[in-house]
């Protein structure tokens, strides 16, 4: 299994641009979910999804950032315009209900983008 | 609302000496724990988790942690540390049910080793 993979790796862009971050999760795999992690506030959760359909968007800092999930291969997270407080790892993970009950599975995350903002 | 705390932020270990990182946990029920491991520039990787049964629960690269209800806890252990053992270590609690398949970490601990 390839993993979660995400895209760019890192991405260097001025302030005021479209910033759009990649993810393509586990194949069968029905959660994902958008992290950011930066010195100051360490991990935070911004969004997640069940079946391609948002769940709890409320780590998600303003309305400059969105994200969709077109389908259950692939998730975008974007930012615009961007500025240079945005500048963070942000993480994509997955991870699969287990059982008929829905009992709770581990995430499995991505390498992480490293996003910088000029 | 679930919440973690890692009261240690940086732990400075030698080589060889044992390990054990403190997680507390603040969540209504039985919670499910975890430990994840982020090396320098990577993602985050599993370690292990705790779901139910046996409190001492067995990871990978030799780490065990024990869940202590009565006292919140569910701290991290390796009896001996070996150099690439430096990383940053993340506890996480999920909630059972309907809060989803969320997860809540704590702040994090550095672990230098010393040679």
């Known amino acids: 299994d390839a993993g979660v993979i995400q895209s760019p790796r890192h991405e260097v862009t001025e302030m005021g641009q479209e910033v759009t971050l990649r993810c393509k999760p586990i194949?069968?795999?029905?959660?994902l979910f958008w992290y950011r992690q930066t010195m100051m506030r360490g991990l935070e959760l911004l969004i997640y999804?069940?079946?391609?359909?948002?769940?709890?968007d409320s780590g998600m800092p303003e309305d400059r950032f969105s994200a969709k999930m077109p389908n259950a291969s692939f998730s975008t997270l974007k930012i615009q315009p961007s500025e240079p407080r945005d500048s963070a790892v942000y993480f994509c993970?997955?991870?699969?209900?287990?059982?008929?009950?829905?009992?709770?599975?581990?995430?499995?995350f991505g390498p992480g983008t490293r996003l910088t903002v000029l | 609302a679930q919440s973690v705390t890692q009261p240690d932020i940086h732990i400075t270990v030698s080589e060889g000496a044992s390990l054990e990182l403190r997680c507390n946990y603040s969540?209504?029920?039985?919670?499910?724990l975890f430990w994840y491991v982020q090396s320098p520039g990577q993602g985050l990787q599993l370690l292990l988790k705790?779901?139910?049964?046996?409190?001492l629960v067995q990871g990978i690269k030799g780490f065990e942690a024990e869940f202590k209800r009565s006292q919140s806890s569910f701290n991290l252990r390796k009896p001996s540390v070996h150099w690439s053992d430096a990383a940053e270590y993340f506890c996480?609690?999920?909630?059972?049910?309907?809060?989803?398949?969320?997860?809540?970490f704590g702040g994090g601990t550095r672990v230098l080793v010393k040679p």
């Open positions: 993970a997955s991870s699969r209900v287990k059982g008929r009950q829905g009992l709770y599975n581990e995430q499995f």
């Open positions: 194949s069968g795999h029905d959660y």
């Open positions: 999804f069940n079946n391609n359909v948002p769940i709890d």
């Open positions: 969540y209504g029920a039985t919670p499910y």
């Open positions: 705790y779901f139910s049964g046996d409190t």
């Open positions: 996480a609690v999920g909630a059972r049910g309907a809060a989803g398949n969320k997860l809540t």
